[in-house]
């Protein structure tokens, strides 16, 4: 029987899968770390979408081999499983490093993917994050706000990790003149999301397929800003092919508070879904909105999918995470 070599589940994801102008490169060999999971999976699609060869670099700590098993058996897709807190010895010409647990070990992790680029004089792209911002004082916030970060509370492991990793990043890139690219990214979501791992939308939506009350954490007034990730996969690649060193937000500024994202996702999934309200986490961001100025002027960059359009797409590929091949079963 014929095999399937590429397999087609990525193409409802991505809008069309376009290849934008000036992404016309072909050829590249490209690490992606993390790439079995959600964002870095999606990257994995593109670049083998567009001709480059692949070579995912995962320990599968939350990623998830379904995520990129449609490649297995192109010739220009390789899964390795290994944990980057190991230093690691391959040839590429790029390196997109997503892998992060949210834990210490990001900071070596990094450093092992920053000394890789070194030697062999890739370019690497860090996967930062808005939590560099903190609890901001600002609002939105601009790249060249340095945060408001408490160094020893509950989150900070990972806020702290992300932002040594930046240090780490334009040390090598001063010191070594590793080529590299800084993203801040802003709260995405999408197909292939970690069903479980307690993200506001994942949590809203996996209940409401399931029937369960939507947890609303403290009185629901906090904000975050939405983007959908066939654009945080579009600005990644512009970022990674084009001249600019960064930091730069990548996020779509649409800002709703976690009572109107509960809102939508009753409309979209169940208007009948109940709402819990639970205490709130400590050290919880009160707002966030990304001002994306810098990506839309030196990227040419920004988000086109408004959260009432990519909420659905996420549904589906909840929907059947959830209940596997059942048609319509919570209804
Ligand atoms: P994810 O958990 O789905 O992906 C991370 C992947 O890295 C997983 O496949 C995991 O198994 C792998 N991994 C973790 N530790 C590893 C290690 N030590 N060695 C090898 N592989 C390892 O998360 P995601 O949402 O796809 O996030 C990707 C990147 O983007 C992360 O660096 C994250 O910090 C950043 N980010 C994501 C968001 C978001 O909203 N999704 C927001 C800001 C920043
Ligand atoms: N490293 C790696 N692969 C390489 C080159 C380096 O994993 O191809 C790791 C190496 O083990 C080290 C880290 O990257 O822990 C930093 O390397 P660098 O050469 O910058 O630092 P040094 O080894 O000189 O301290
Ligand atoms: N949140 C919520 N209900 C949940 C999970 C999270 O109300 O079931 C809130 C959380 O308190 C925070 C916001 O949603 O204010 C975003 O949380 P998430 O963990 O998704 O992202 P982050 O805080 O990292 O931006």
Same mark, same amino acid.
Request: contains cysteine; hydrophobic residues 35%; neutral net charge.
């Given at each position: 029987?014929? =095999? ?16 934008? &102008? #000036?992404?016309?490169?072909?050829? &590249? ?9 959600? /964002? #870095? ?15 995912? $670099?995962?320990?599968?700590?939350? #990623? ?38 949210? +834990? ?22 860090? *996967?930062?994050?808005?939590? $560099? ?64 791992? %307690?993200?506001? /939308? +994942? ?31 579009? %600005? ?8 600019? /060193? %960064?930091?730069?937000? &990548? %996020? ?11 809102? $939508?996702?009753?409309? *979209? ?23 994306? *100025? ?24 909840? =929907?059947? =995470? ?10």
């Amino acid at each position: 029987p014929q =095999r399937s070599v590429y397999p087609t589940r990525f193409e409802s994801f991505n809008m069309g899968g376009k290849i934008p &102008l #000036g992404l016309k490169r072909k050829g &590249l060999r490209i690490l992606v770390t993390g790439g079995a999971g959600f /964002v #870095g999976s999606h990257i994995v699609d593109r670049l083998i979408e567009r001709g480059d060869s692949v070579i995912v $670099v995962d320990n599968f700590f939350t #990623g998830n081999k379904d995520n990129v098993m449609h490649h297995f058996g192109n010739p220009r897709f390789e899964l390795i499983r290994h944990d980057v807190v190991e230093p690691l010895l391959l040839e590429v010409d790029q390196i997109y490093h997503l892998a992060c647990p949210a +834990s210490p070990t990001n900071v070596v992790g990094t450093l092992n993917m920053l000394g890789l680029a070194k030697r062999i004089g890739a370019r690497f792209l860090l *996967t930062s994050t808005s939590e $560099v911002y903190g609890d901001p004082l600002q609002h939105p916030q601009v790249e060249t706000y340095w945060g408001n970060v408490n160094p020893i509370g509950v989150r900070s492991c990972y806020d702290e990790g992300k932002r040594t990793a930046e240090t780490l990043t334009m040390d090598y890139h001063r010191g070594a003149g590793v080529e590299v690219r800084i993203a801040r990214i802003f709260n995405t979501y999408g197909p292939r999301m970690c069903i479980d791992d %307690g993200r506001v /939308v +994942s949590n809203f939506v996996a209940q409401a397929l399931r029937k369960e009350p939507l947890t609303v954490y403290g009185d629901g007034k906090q904000t975050r800003s939405f983007q959908y990730v066939s654009d945080l996969v579009e %600005g990644l690649m512009r970022l990674m092919e084009g001249e600019h /060193v %960064g930091p730069f937000n &990548l %996020g779509n500024p649409g800002e709703f508070t976690m009572l109107e994202l509960a809102q $939508v996702v009753q409309e *979209t999934i169940d208007p009948n879904a109940k709402i819990e309200f639970k205490p709130n986490t400590e050290d919880d961001p009160h707002k966030r909105k990304p001002d994306i *100025t810098k990506a839309k002027e030196l990227l040419g960059w920004k988000p086109k999918v408004p959260l009432r359009k990519g909420l659905p797409m996420m549904v589906s590929d909840f =929907r059947q =995470r959830i209940f596997g091949d059942q048609k319509n079963p919570a209804t």
